[in-house]
């Protein structure tokens, strides 16, 4: 099955600096990779998406690109603020009998310091 | 809109009592997702039901775990002679209208489940 892994598993930055996250995938069907963030005691939140016929989307100070010859797509976050500290999961599609379930990385602990 | 509501926010059981967590999907969303999330884990997928097709129950960890979605809506996870394995949040989500996980999924607060 889809084996999706991540990394770093924490991250600790100075404020304004940028943030890289980078996951891998095992199934090269996967077809799509969201990025969900989720705040202490809350519930993971959508922040970006991209799918497997784009190479790169950005949004603001996020932005996600895709590298499906090696399987990998990573997650950058510019001039980084306090209130980006959470925990980010990626996560993929794999295709079983259709694309019908999310396989999530394990998170990332961003820290994000004045 | 409302969003996805989960209940009860925490659930505190003995060792081999059952248990049952409601979710609530946001109204006109077809599919809705069961997800555990152990004490500074990922997200650990278990069941996926998509409008009236058979659900995906690849996830779900043994066969003390079932769940049920009646009309179309509610969900109901059941977790039959807990362990203390089973403790973690279990996190509802859903998407819509047409469902799939390449619709955004809209996750519930969760029930956070303690087994002593």
């Known amino acids: 099955g889809e084996n999706v892994e991540q990394h770093p598993s924490t991250l600790s930055v100075q404020e304004g600096d940028s943030a890289v996250i980078k996951c891998t995938y095992s199934?090269?069907?996967?077809?799509?990779f969201p990025w969900y963030k989720q705040e202490l005691g809350k519930r993971p939140q959508l922040i970006i998406d991209?799918?497997?016929?784009?190479g790169e989307k950005k949004d603001q100070r996020i932005a996600v690109t895709l590298n499906k010859t090696a399987k990998h797509f990573s997650l950058h976050i510019t001039e980084t603020q306090p209130e980006d500290s959470a925990v980010y999961f990626c996560?993929?599609?794999?295709?079983?009998?259709?694309?019908?379930?999310?396989?999530f990385g394990a998170g990332t602990r961003l820290a994000v310091h004045p | 809109g409302a969003g996805v509501s989960q209940s009860p926010s925490n659930k505190v059981t003995e060792k081999g009592k059952d248990v049952e967590l409601r979710c609530d999907p946001i109204?006109?969303?077809?599919?809705l997702y069961w997800y555990r999330q152990s004490l500074g884990q990922g997200l650990e997928f278990l069941i996926y039901?998509?409008?009236?097709?058979?659900?995906?129950k690849s996830g779900l960890p043994s066969d003390r775990f079932s769940a049920e979605r009646t009309g179309g809506s509610v969900s109901t996870l059941t977790i039959q002679r807990t362990q203390q394995e089973d403790s973690a949040v279990y996190l509802c989500?859903?998407?819509?209208?047409?469902?799939?996980?390449?619709?955004?999924?809209?996750f519930g607060p969760g029930t956070r489940l303690t087994v002593l």
């Open positions: 989500a859903s998407s819509g209208p047409k469902g799939g996980p390449t619709d955004t999924q809209y």
């Open positions: 199934d090269s069907a996967s077809n799509y």
């Open positions: 991209i799918r497997s016929n784009v």
């Open positions: 996560a993929a599609t794999p295709f079983s009998g259709g694309y019908n379930k999310l396989i």
């Open positions: 109204s006109g969303h077809t599919a």
């Open positions: 039901f998509q409008g009236n097709s058979a659900p995906d």
